[in-house]
Protein backbone atom coordinates (compact mmCIF):
# COMPACT_ATOMS: atom_id res chain seq x y z
CA UNK A 1 0.00 0.00 0.00
CA UNK A 2 2.90 2.19 0.71
CA UNK A 3 4.32 2.16 -2.64
CA UNK A 4 0.71 3.47 -4.35
CA UNK A 5 0.24 5.56 -1.84
CA UNK A 6 3.80 7.60 -0.69
CA UNK A 7 2.94 10.27 0.68
CA UNK A 8 -0.98 9.48 1.49
CA UNK A 9 -1.48 13.35 2.55
CA UNK A 10 -0.37 14.70 -0.87
CA UNK A 11 -2.49 12.41 -2.27
CA UNK A 12 -5.41 13.47 -0.62
CA UNK A 13 -4.23 17.54 -1.01
CA UNK A 14 -3.71 16.70 -4.99
CA UNK A 15 -7.32 15.82 -5.40
CA UNK A 16 -8.61 17.74 -3.44
CA UNK A 17 -6.31 21.28 -5.16
CA UNK A 18 -7.56 19.27 -8.68
CA UNK A 19 -11.36 19.38 -7.87
CA UNK A 20 -11.34 23.32 -6.59
CA UNK A 21 -9.44 23.71 -9.65
CA UNK A 22 -11.97 22.37 -12.31
CA UNK A 23 -14.80 23.49 -9.56
CA UNK A 24 -16.96 21.03 -10.62
CA UNK A 25 -17.48 17.35 -9.35
CA UNK A 26 -17.61 14.97 -11.86
CA UNK A 27 -16.95 11.24 -13.19
CA UNK A 28 -14.20 12.59 -15.23
CA UNK A 29 -12.56 15.05 -12.63
CA UNK A 30 -13.05 12.77 -9.73
CA UNK A 31 -11.24 10.23 -11.90
CA UNK A 32 -8.25 13.06 -12.71
CA UNK A 33 -8.33 13.89 -9.37
CA UNK A 34 -7.72 10.38 -8.26
CA UNK A 35 -4.89 9.80 -11.25
CA UNK A 36 -2.96 13.00 -10.25
CA UNK A 37 -2.84 12.43 -6.71
CA UNK A 38 -1.45 8.98 -7.15
CA UNK A 39 0.86 9.07 -9.73
CA UNK A 40 2.45 12.63 -8.77
CA UNK A 41 3.68 11.06 -5.28
CA UNK A 42 4.42 7.91 -6.68
CA UNK A 43 6.49 9.75 -9.53
CA UNK A 44 8.02 12.56 -7.13
CA UNK A 45 8.77 9.73 -4.25
CA UNK A 46 12.17 9.30 -4.95
CA UNK A 47 13.24 12.59 -4.60
CA UNK A 48 11.99 12.99 -0.93
CA UNK A 49 13.78 10.30 0.72
CA UNK A 50 13.12 11.77 4.34
CA UNK A 51 9.67 13.63 4.15
CA UNK A 52 9.50 15.74 7.25
CA UNK A 53 6.53 13.92 9.61
CA UNK A 54 3.74 16.55 10.65
CA UNK A 55 2.68 15.13 14.13
CA UNK A 56 0.48 18.20 15.57
CA UNK A 57 -2.37 18.17 14.17
CA UNK A 58 -4.39 20.22 16.39
CA UNK A 59 -1.25 22.86 16.23
CA UNK A 60 -1.43 22.42 12.25
CA UNK A 61 -5.11 23.88 12.30
CA UNK A 62 -4.00 26.44 15.09
CA UNK A 63 -1.61 27.62 13.12
CA UNK A 64 -3.45 28.31 9.73
CA UNK A 65 -6.13 30.30 11.54
CA UNK A 66 -3.41 32.26 12.96
CA UNK A 67 -2.00 33.13 9.80
CA UNK A 68 -5.51 33.82 8.19
CA UNK A 69 -6.64 35.70 10.63
CA UNK A 70 -2.97 37.66 10.26
CA UNK A 71 -3.61 38.05 6.51
CA UNK A 72 -7.14 39.39 7.10
CA UNK A 73 -5.67 42.13 9.49
CA UNK A 74 -2.83 42.82 7.68
CA UNK A 75 -4.88 43.56 4.43
CA UNK A 76 -6.67 46.04 6.53
CA UNK A 77 -3.15 47.61 7.78
CA UNK A 78 -2.05 48.24 4.45
CA UNK A 79 -4.46 49.53 2.68
CA UNK A 80 -4.28 52.45 5.74
CA UNK A 81 -0.83 52.79 5.41
CA UNK A 82 -1.26 52.97 1.28
CA UNK A 83 -4.29 55.18 1.31
CA UNK A 84 -3.65 57.67 4.22
CA UNK A 85 -0.10 57.61 5.28
CA UNK A 86 2.21 60.02 3.77
CA UNK A 87 5.46 59.03 2.56
CA UNK A 88 7.40 61.10 5.21
CA UNK A 89 5.88 58.59 7.93
CA UNK A 90 6.27 55.49 6.41
CA UNK A 91 9.50 53.42 8.08
CA UNK A 92 10.38 50.79 5.80
CA UNK A 93 12.76 48.57 7.61
CA UNK A 94 14.98 44.84 6.88
CA UNK A 95 14.72 42.67 9.61
CA UNK A 96 17.39 39.66 9.72
CA UNK A 97 15.32 36.70 11.56
CA UNK A 98 17.70 34.47 13.33
CA UNK A 99 15.94 31.17 12.48
CA UNK A 100 15.65 28.02 15.03
CA UNK A 101 13.97 26.12 12.47
CA UNK A 102 16.39 23.57 10.72
CA UNK A 103 14.27 21.44 8.12
CA UNK A 104 14.19 23.31 4.77
CA UNK A 105 10.38 22.70 4.84
CA UNK A 106 9.75 24.51 8.28
CA UNK A 107 11.76 27.61 6.69
CA UNK A 108 10.03 27.53 3.49
CA UNK A 109 6.46 27.55 5.17
CA UNK A 110 7.70 30.63 7.42
CA UNK A 111 9.00 32.55 4.49
CA UNK A 112 5.61 31.94 2.40
CA UNK A 113 3.88 32.75 5.73
CA UNK A 114 6.01 36.25 5.96
CA UNK A 115 5.75 36.99 2.01
CA UNK A 116 1.44 36.01 1.91
CA UNK A 117 1.18 38.23 4.75
CA UNK A 118 0.57 41.58 3.11
CA UNK A 119 2.87 44.47 4.23
CA UNK A 120 5.90 42.01 4.81
CA UNK A 121 8.02 39.70 2.13
CA UNK A 122 10.97 36.94 2.80
CA UNK A 123 14.33 38.84 0.77
CA UNK A 124 16.67 36.34 1.34
CA UNK A 125 17.96 33.13 3.10
CA UNK A 126 21.69 33.46 4.24
CA UNK A 127 23.55 30.66 3.00
CA UNK A 128 23.69 28.74 6.07
CA UNK A 129 19.52 28.51 6.26
CA UNK A 130 20.26 30.23 9.69
CA UNK A 131 18.82 33.63 8.89
CA UNK A 132 16.19 35.03 6.67
CA UNK A 133 15.85 38.58 6.11
CA UNK A 134 12.33 39.91 5.84
CA UNK A 135 11.46 43.25 4.51
CA UNK A 136 8.57 45.26 6.10
CA UNK A 137 6.69 48.07 4.50
CA UNK A 138 5.95 50.06 7.68
CA UNK A 139 8.32 48.95 10.87
CA UNK A 140 8.56 51.92 13.21
CA UNK A 141 10.03 49.23 15.74
CA UNK A 142 11.96 46.65 13.69
CA UNK A 143 12.35 44.39 17.28
CA UNK A 144 8.59 44.35 17.52
CA UNK A 145 8.20 42.51 13.99
CA UNK A 146 11.26 39.92 15.01
CA UNK A 147 9.37 39.44 18.06
CA UNK A 148 6.22 38.55 16.67
CA UNK A 149 7.69 36.49 13.91
CA UNK A 150 9.60 34.21 16.71
CA UNK A 151 6.48 33.84 18.33
CA UNK A 152 3.77 34.06 16.77
CA UNK A 153 4.69 31.56 13.07
CA UNK A 154 8.34 30.48 14.38
CA UNK A 155 7.54 28.74 17.79
CA UNK A 156 4.31 26.69 16.27
CA UNK A 157 6.38 25.47 13.65
CA UNK A 158 8.79 24.48 15.48
CA UNK A 159 6.24 22.46 17.46
CA UNK A 160 4.86 21.21 14.11
CA UNK A 161 7.77 20.17 12.66
CA UNK A 162 9.29 18.47 15.55
Not at 58 to 75: F, S, T
Not at 78 to 93: D, E, G, H, Q, S
Not at 100 to 106: D, F, I, Q, S, V
Request: include cysteine; aromatic fraction near 6%; glycine fraction near 4%.
Amino acid sequence: MRKLFPHPQLTLLLAVVWLLLVNQITLGSLVMAALLGTAIPVLTGPYWPDRPRLRNLPMIVIYLAIVLWDIVIANFIVARIVLFMPNAKLRTAWVAVPLRLTRPEAITVLAATITLTPGTISADLSADGRTLLVHCLHAPDPEAVLHDIQTRYEARLLEIFA
